[in-house]
């Protein structure tokens, strides 16, 4: 059974749905509350489950922001997003010949050991060159320039031993795809890097679910992939 509009109280058939704050809505009927301006999902901005514009949106003289199921949602929504954009990005820059090393504990202990085993040495260079002369060691002044550092000190870098490589963390990986086909009921023009775009019967598969309003598909047709609005396409 099909289910009936948030603000016109009429049936919403499947071609001209919009589903957003846990309602059904026409698109026509999906707009602010104030000055009935027709909203999408990219502006409207939710209020006590009702569709506001960006002008109208009650202000309030507080800053203690609550747990509410729409801002619990869109929290979510950001996180599944950044997980999207750090995969891609450990993607683009695989394999490219550099990685971020970060002062970790591990390598401070590498770090430490490194200059301790570099002054041992060097010690017991200075020792065996001082007792293999024939005469006292003598501390050099600011007359004699003939005195050179002692040959230890020049090969210093050549006792560092070669840090451990450092792993890169992984990426958090999206959740694994439905399995599920969808067909375009629209066409759609991606409106940010992160989305795709594609025309009207196109098949939308690899579909991985994000909140009831986004979703992340491949599009068949092209090959392309990335996020796209849940009402503008339907289950196969």
């Known amino acids: 059974m099909n289910p009936l509009c948030g603000r016109c109280n009429q049936v919403v058939y499947p071609t001209e749905k919009v ?11 999906f707009s602010c509350e104030i000055c009935k301006m ?23 003289n507080f800053t203690c922001v609550a ?12 996180k599944m997003q950044s997980q999207v954009h750090y ?3 450990f993607e683009k820059n695989k394999g490219k010949g550099f990685s971020v090393v970060a002062d970790t504990p591990e390598l401070q202990r590498i770090k430490k050991t490194q ?4 002054n041992i040495k060097y010690h017991e260079d200075f020792e065996k060159m001082k007792t293999g002369a024939d005469a006292p060691y003598q ?15 020049q090969n210093y870098h050549h006792y560092e031993p070669t840090p451990e490589p450092v792993r890169q963390a992984a990426a958090a990986a999206p959740p694994p795809s439905s399995g599920k ?25 690899d579909v991985q679910q ?12 092209t090959g392309q992939q990335g996020m796209l609005p849940s009402n503008y396409v339907d289950q196969c």
Not at 183 to 205: K, L, P, Q
């Open 181 to 205: 086909r969808y067909r375009a009921v629209y066409d759609y023009n991606a409106a940010d890097d992160d989305e795709v775009s594609f025309m009207d019967g196109d098949i939308i598969v």
């Open 19 to 29: 589903n957003c704050l846990d309602k059904y809505w026409h698109k026509g009927c």
């Open 38 to 60: 027709t909203l999408n999902m990219k502006n409207y901005k939710g209020f006590d489950k009702r569709p506001y514009c960006n002008a109208h949106y009650p202000k309030t």
């Open 87 to 89: 995969k891609e990005d």
């Open 210 to 221: 994000i909140d009831e309003g986004w979703m992340y598909g491949r599009v068949e047709r």
């Open 67 to 78: 747990d509410t199921p729409e801002n619990l949602r869109l929290k979510q929504q950001t």
């Open 115 to 118: 200059d301790q085993i570099s």
């Open 139 to 153: 501390p050099s002044t600011p007359n004699q320039g003939s005195y050179q550092q002692p040959a230890a000190s």
